[in-house]
């Protein structure tokens, strides 16, 4: 079965310091993957999505980027944290397309910048 | 554009009481719509989804929700509140006409409370 791993659970960071969240999906090969936050009081917002290595794109201009190093393994970045970084980062990932499409998300990052 | 908005960014309600929680959606086509659950220290859940067909789509754990396309909406419904259907509830929306059916514009959420 497929299972998705994003780590850590929650984290804070100073602001300035630097980001790295990691997801990992096992059980299924070449899998779309995407990045969203939410922000406090608000839904849910795409950051990212990947269909292949190395095939990253933003949806929204902000102080954080993606890669996709490996087929299961999608990592968010930032250089710089601003405080206006924080919320909740989910991963997720899908199969299929049109009707058949299905989306499975990870269990969170909750990140404080302060 | 695309856009949902959720009505009510908290709703309480009391164990065997009618669960209504409101998902109002724009779009210039009939998009995909759906409504995910978040447990505490969870990720979501899809508990159903509206792609064509019959409007009224059941989910799992007794939830159903009907699209009505004359008022944009999509509310999600269960006649009777359990405890343990205290989460968070997001409404979704997709562009059916996208190739990327992952692409999903949420609305900012409902937490759900149960009384006893």
């Known amino acids: 079965s497929q299972t998705i791993h994003q780590w850590p659970a929650t984290l804070v960071q100073p602001v300035g310091s630097p980001l790295s969240l990691e997801c990992t999906v096992e059980?299924?090969?070449?899998?779309?993957l995407y990045w969203y936050r939410q922000a406090a009081g608000r839904g849910l917002q795409l950051l990212f999505y990947?269909?292949?290595?190395?095939?990253i794109s933003s949806e929204v201009p902000q102080n954080l980027s993606a890669s996709r190093p490996q087929d299961r393994q999608f990592i968010l970045s930032s250089k710089k944290l601003l405080l206006s970084d924080s919320g909740f980062y989910l991963c997720?990932?899908?199969?299929?397309?049109?009707?058949?499409?299905?989306?499975?998300f990870g269990s969170g990052t909750q990140l404080s910048v302060l | 554009a695309q856009s949902v908005t959720q009505l009510g960014s908290h709703v309480s309600v009391s164990e065997g009481a009618l669960v209504l929680l409101r998902c109002n959606y724009s779009?210039?086509?009939?998009?995909?719509l759906f409504w995910y659950v978040q447990y505490p220290n969870q990720g979501l859940q899809l508990l159903l989804k509206?792609?064509?067909?019959?409007?009224l789509v059941k989910g799992i754990n007794g939830f159903e929700a009907e699209f009505k396309k004359s008022e944009t909406s999509f509310h999600l419904t269960k006649p009777s509140a359990h405890m343990s259907d205290a989460a968070e509830y997001f409404c979704?929306?997709?562009?059916?006409?996208?190739?990327?059916?992952?692409?999903?514009?949420f609305g900012q959420g409902t937490e759900l409370s149960v009384k006893p």
């Open positions: 997720a990932w899908s199969v299929g397309q049109g009707l058949n499409e299905k989306l499975f």
């Open positions: 059980g299924t090969s070449n899998p779309n």
């Open positions: 990947s269909v292949g290595i190395g095939q």
């Open positions: 779009s210039s086509v009939p998009p995909y």
């Open positions: 509206y792609t064509t067909g019959a409007t």
């Open positions: 979704a929306v997709s562009d059916r006409a996208s190739n990327q059916g992952g692409k999903l514009i």
